[in-house]
């Protein structure tokens, strides 16, 4: 008997109602970076093709370089019209992040790309690396896919923060994942994290979609005591960092110590 067992690891992390930590991909562009989040403790990929360049493949072989490690990859897709989604998802993907959410409509839109029927209309195909390209009749292989796949609808203007609650409830959607770079943005107070409105989105997100039975996501938040503070109130989908931030960081604290070292010498 063929072995069809599918899990997406930070779905199930977070139905033990653990947080799924993510590595935002913004710089790497092979598989290299799935060992690294794994190493350094993460649960899922972020791969950004909303504001970073890759090709499909290089996007293919990060994701199945995941796959086998045991990472969950993840990519932010350009909209929830992109039309490159039931491909990346053929191709090794587990989860599909849609930026500007704004309406329950748009959901629903999503859904119905990244998921087979009945919950969408994703076409099938055969071969598909999740099962090592086994050849898994689709009747296993669909609901599998499905229940295996994520789809994360991310609220980050003031027109969707306004519509969260009916966002929440569309089927299908699994994450409701605040953007707090750009809400702040869209709500005229760029870069001002931890003011009041934007504790009260985050806060309002959170009970939307644990009031639906989702999990609820934070995203551009970096300020640790404020991450914790969210998390204790029901986020368990974050982000910790891009690899460019990550990169930099560690580069410039190095190069510091190394010239102040020298100076003092």
Request: aromatic share 14%; charged share 20%; hydrophobic share 40%.
């Given at each position: 008997m063929t072995d069809t067992t599918l899990?997406?690891?930070v779905k199930a992390r977070m139905a033990a109602d653990e947080v799924a930590m993510g590595l935002s991909v913004r710089l790497s562009r092979t598989g290299d970076i799935a060992r690294i989040a794994k190493a350094s403790g993460h649960d899922?990929?972020?791969i950004d093709t909303q504001h970073s360049l890759f090709s499909l493949?290089?996007?293919?072989?990060i994701a199945q370089t995941a796959l086998g490690c045991g990472v969950a990859p993840f990519v932010r897709v350009r909209s929830c019209d992109d039309p490159d989604v039931s491909l990346l998802l053929d191709n090794g993907v587990l989860g599909i992040v849609y930026p500007d959410i704004n309406t329950a409509d748009d959901?629903?839109?999503?859904?119905?790309?990244?998921?087979?029927?009945?919950?969408?209309a994703r076409s099938v195909c055969?071969?598909?690396p999740h099962f090592d390209?086994?050849?898994?009749?689709?009747?296993?292989?669909?609901p599998a896919l499905n229940d295996a796949t994520m789809v994360v609808c991310m609220i980050e203007t003031v027109e969707g923060l306004k519509n969260v609650e009916e966002i929440a409830a569309v089927d299908g959607v699994d994450v409701l994942h605040i953007g707090s770079s750009d809400l702040l943005v869209n709500m005229g107070m760029p870069g001002q994290f931890g003011v009041p409105e934007h504790v009260a989105a985050v806060e309002r997100v959170i009970s939307a979609a644990i009031n639906n039975g989702k999990f609820a996501g934070l995203g551009g938040e970096r300020d640790l005591e404020r991450q914790i503070s969210f998390i204790k109130k029901?986020?368990?989908?974050?982000?910790t960092q891009t690899d460019m931030a990550f990169l930099l960081a560690a580069a410039t604290d190095r190069t510091q110590e190394l010239r102040t070292a020298l100076n003092d010498a």
């Open positions: 899990i997406n690891s899922f990929l972020f493949e290089s996007i293919g072989h959901a629903r839109k999503g859904v119905q790309t990244a998921k087979f029927p009945p919950i969408g055969g071969g598909y390209y086994r050849p898994v009749p689709l009747k296993d292989a669909v029901g986020a368990r989908f974050m982000t």
